[in-house]
Antibody, heavy 118, light 109 residues
């Protein structure tokens, strides 16, 4: 069955960097785009970024452009979110999710918590 | 940028009752609208995509309807496991962007 497992979260100071990973299994990873979606404590869902199935396109929400970079390693069935210049407002649970027809997401990982605090 | 609004913010119902959740887009999104269910401490789960198609494993008591700017998620008879927060979501074409609504909480009356 489809499985997505995020890792790499933790507590980090403002201005520092962190890299999240999402290991995928149970499906043909190279055939699907992958998204990152975050949820601040007690808040709603916010889409962060997407990478196309072949890595040819990447899109980001405005608030993370220039600070976050999404990438993928087909050989490891893993998608990454490199986050730099982290801000307090980046504190959230970060979910990776599998793309569904470039219109929604159909599978989600359990999430990894990122806390940005001094 | 397309904005989604959901109503009501909270819906208090009893098991067995019908739930009707609304999602309105600030401009037409055709049928590119999805609904997700999220329970406390869990990741969201896709319920409906393309406005009216049930995702894999979703029971038939869940149905979606609408097109353009007005959409509805209906749960015909609430089961105890259906009490959760429901988010609608749409995709903008340029720039590419997925946007979620603020959510509707369905809680036990």
């Amino acid at each position: 069955q489809v499985q997505l497992v995020e890792s790499g979260g933790g507590v980090v100071q403002p201005g520092k960097s962190l890299r999240l990973s999402c290991a995928a299994s149970g499906f043909t990873f190279s055939g699907f785009g992958m998204h990152w979606v975050r949820q601040a404590p007690g808040k709603g869902l916010e889409w962060v970024a997407v990478i196309w199935h072949d890595g040819s396109r990447k899109y980001y929400i405005d608030s993370v452009k220039g600070r976050f970079t999404v990438s993928r390693d087909i050989s490891k069935n893993t998608v990454y979110l490199q986050m730099s210049d982290l801000r307090v407002e980046d504190t959230a649970v970060y979910y990776c999710a599998r793309d569904l027809m470039e219109r929604s997401v159909d599978k989600w990982g359990p999430g990894t918590l990122v806390i940005v605090s001094s | 940028e397309i904005v989604l609004t959901q109503s009501p913010a909270t819906l208090s119902l009893s098991p067995g009752e019908r739930a009707t959740l609304s999602c309105r887009a600030s401009q037409s999104v055709s049928t590119s609208l999805a609904w997700y269910q999220q329970k406390p401490g869990q990741a969201p789960r896709l319920v409906i995509y393309d406005a009216s198609k049930r995702a894999t494993g979703i029971p038939p008591r869940f149905s979606g309807s609408g097109s353009g700017t007005d959409f509805t998620l209906t749960i015909s008879s609430l089961e105890p496991e259906d009490f959760a927060v429901y988010y609608c979501q749409q995709r903008s074409n340029w720039p590419f962007l997925l946007t979620f609504g603020p959510g509707t909480t369905v809680d036990i009356k």
